[in-house]
């Protein structure tokens, strides 16, 4: 049976939670949470997650400097990396797909939906 | 950290922190210091770190590198030392940590005097003795040299507590004033400053002896100033016609001059001024005192002395303005920079919200509009809680006093946080005074200031915040009223509580605008009350905010009037 498509979750404020949960879930994606990098390290690694957003809080916070080796990794391993921030080093940081706060969700959930069948296809050969 | 700050120049204000090893000077974007000075060269200089110490290296510029008015082609800088290059100036400040002997392991401040103490007080003086030393009045021949020196000696000694006294620009010109006036026999005189946009030279201070006509006009020739401007020289000019170095049809001989001293005021780098003063020697007069001048090469000499110290002064003045300005933009800047992050927060939330509405639209799905609904009103209050934390730090909202109860006002916080406390799974108890007479507050004011301090106990329990509580209790002894708001949260560490009542520091991260306790503490102190706090670390705090109790009655025969 074809597994629906995920969407981990990392370092999310309240808020941005429920909004993303609410429409990935009714988009028929299933969100994975993490509070932390190292949780979401691991989740990252059992579950293999099609698309990872990364929500950075506050910027310049031990927080921040955590989230940005996970980052590294995620790259590294070829999962597509959404991260959500302010625009002053956030985007000279990651490579992955950059959303400078304050976002509108429809392009951030256009963008998600696109990385998601994107690595679909990708993966539909071997699969 | 080593710091250079530009005190001079079109930067003036700009603070570069020394943060590596090697940073380029010049006017060369490349440059980790960039000069906009077109009298500075690309690569300028070299500021590199070596053994703890800074070090200062002129890279060929075309003008040269000076460091305290010596040109240098490598210096060690010691703090303090001023640095120019070009037209800028900038004013180097080493590491405050400072290697080696540390002056307050050198030197002891004993005890009061034990009876063995070889050492006791002969003498004493007071400060202001420090003039008399050089009191004119002593016994000498008027004219003789010694008198001469010792009242010139005076006249510098003045000069240099006045210049000490002040940071007031005009006040600082005007007793320089009253001094020359005191000591030289001049009619008329100004002081000119080199307007440092226009960098022409603009009266500042007038002065005109009694018998010269108060609205005269004083009338200095531009021949002069462009002399002691270009040459750096001061003049003293007795009779312009048999002077060769001035032209006699210029204007000297038109403004009519018989005696005029000009003097630039030299500060450390550059002109700031001109001292100028003037006297009209009638045929009278030298038939009387048989003296045809009043002006000496002494006067000369003096004046150029004192043009030097006011210089100074002037410079340090504008300088010391110059960094308060510079302080005062840097606080504005983050004061900005936290606002606007705190509002991006909320405008994200709001998006957030108004997106779940905008679907449960499209989908007919209520639920989803309920929750897009709930994040939208919960940024709203916070956007509101921002305004009013903003309105009240500001001074623009004043306290609005009426008689209140403040059993009341804790009860209506409590309502209002019970919803979170519920959703967080945190006990709130409460326990009110039993009596709690009415009294004079702005029961608004104080709700605001209960509900952060109450609401900062809540996010100090955290999110995993099982097993949590907060305990709300008034008291009323008579004197005071006082809100305790107690949690059993983590504590304060020791090295966050000096902060506790700075705006804009907060341990919340996003949540926290870093206005909530410095504003509540301003209700409170608007009220001659105070918020005090007692914390352990591990076993929770307690915030007390406390109200001196003004009964009606009493504020009402304050104001019997009404």
């Known amino acids: ?127 | 950290m080593a710091s250079l700050f530009v005190i001079r120049g079109n930067d003036q204000g700009t603070r570069f922190e020394l943060t590596e090893e090697r940073m380029g000077i010049g006017r060369d974007p490349a440059n980790a210091i960039l000069v906009h000075d077109s009298e500075v060269s690309r690569h300028h200089a070299e500021i590199r770190f070596q053994e703890h110490r800074h070090l200062l290296l002129d890279l060929g510029s075309s003008n040269g590198t000076y460091v305290n008015g010596r040109r240098i082609t490598q210096a060690e800088l010691a703090t303090g030392d001023h640095i120019q290059i070009g037209r800028t100036v900038l004013l180097y400040t080493g590491l405050t940590v400072e290697a080696g002997e540390d002056a307050a392991f050198t030197v002891d401040i004993s005890a009061p005097l034990p009876a063995e103490e070889p050492s006791h007080i002969v003498q004493t003086i007071a400060q202001e003795e420090g003039s008399r030393l050089l009191d004119p009045a002593a016994v000498l021949p008027p004219d003789s040299w010694l008198a001469r020196a010792r009242s010139n000696l005076q006249v510098m000694y003045r000069t240099a507590l006045a210049v000490s006294r002040t940071l007031d620009i005009d006040q600082l010109l005007q007793r320089i004033m009253d001094l020359i006036f005191e000591w030289i026999e001049a009619d008329r005189g100004c002081i000119m400053l080199v307007d440092p946009e226009t960098k022409t030279l603009t009266p500042k201070v007038r002065r005109t002896r009694q018998r010269a006509r108060p609205d005269e006009k004083i009338t200095i020739s531009r021949t002069i100033l462009d002399y002691v401007m270009n040459r750096r020289e001061g003049v003293l000019t007795s009779d312009a016609s048999q002077d060769r170095r001035w032209d006699p049809a210029a204007s000297i001989l038109q403004a009519g001059v018989r005696e005029a001293i000009c003097v630039p005021m030299q500060g450390r780098y550059d002109i700031v001024g001109v001292l100028y003063v003037d006297t009209t020697i009638s045929p009278q007069q030298i038939l009387q005192t048989g003296q045809e001048t009043k002006f000496k090469e002494d006067h000369l000499k003096l004046m150029i002395a004192i043009g030097h110290q006011a210089a100074l002064a002037v410079e340090d003045t504008r300088y010391y303005s110059a960094m308060v300005q510079a302080e005062r933009l840097a606080a504005i800047g983050q004061t900005i920079a936290v606002l606007s992050h705190h509002i991006k927060n909320i405008l994200q939330g709001i998006r957030g919200g108004s997106y779940l509405i905008e679907m449960g639209l499209t989908e007919h799905d209520e639920a989803i509009i309920r929750r897009g609904w709930n994040i939208v009103e919960k940024n709203q209050g916070k956007i509101s809680a921002l305004v009013m934390d903003m309105l009240t730090f500001s001074k623009e909202r004043e306290p609005d006093l009426r008689p209140a109860n403040l059993n009341r006002v804790v009860s209506d916080v409590v309502e209002l946080l019970q919803p979170r406390a519920a959703e967080m799974h945190v006990e709130i108890h409460v326990q009110l005074a039993e009596t709690m007479p009415e009294m004079v507050f702005d029961p608004e004011g104080i709700h605001h200031a209960v509900l952060n301090v109450a609401t900062n106990a809540l996010d100090a329990l955290g999110e995993r915040a099982e097993g949590g509580k907060v305990e709300i209790q008034t008291q009323y002894d008579g004197s005071y009223a006082r809100v305790h708001v107690r949690d059993n949260g983590p504590g304060i560490p020791p090295e966050e509580i000096g902060n506790l009542f700075r705006p804009f520091v907060s341990t919340k991260g996003a949540r926290g605008t870093g206005l909530g306790l410095p504003v509540s503490q301003k209700i409170l102190l608007e009220h001659g009350g105070r918020i005090y706090v007692q914390t352990e670390p591990g076993q929770g705090s307690c915030f007390t905010l406390e109200l001196p109790a003004v009964l009606p009655s009493a504020a009402s025969s304050q104001t019997a009037s009404h």
């Open chain 1, 1 to 127: 049976m074809e597994r629906k498509p995920s969407v981990l979750i990392v370092d999310a404020g309240e808020e941005t939670r429920e909004v993303l949960g609410t429409v990935l879930q009714r988009r028929g994606m299933e969100t994975l949470w993490a509070g932390e990098p190292e949780e979401a390290l691991q989740l990252a690694q059992t579950q293999q997650p099609d698309v990872i957003i990364l929500d950075l809080q506050v910027e310049g916070t031990s927080a921040d400097q955590l989230c940005r080796p996970f980052a590294q990794k995620m790259q590294e391993s070829q999962t597509p990396l959404v991260v959500l921030g302010s625009v002053r080093r956030a985007d000279r940081m990651f490579r992955g797909e950059f959303f400078p706060k304050p976002y509108h969700y429809a392009p951030l959930i256009r963008k998600i939906e696109e990385l998601v069948q994107g690595k679909s296809e990708a993966g539909r050969p071997s699969g």
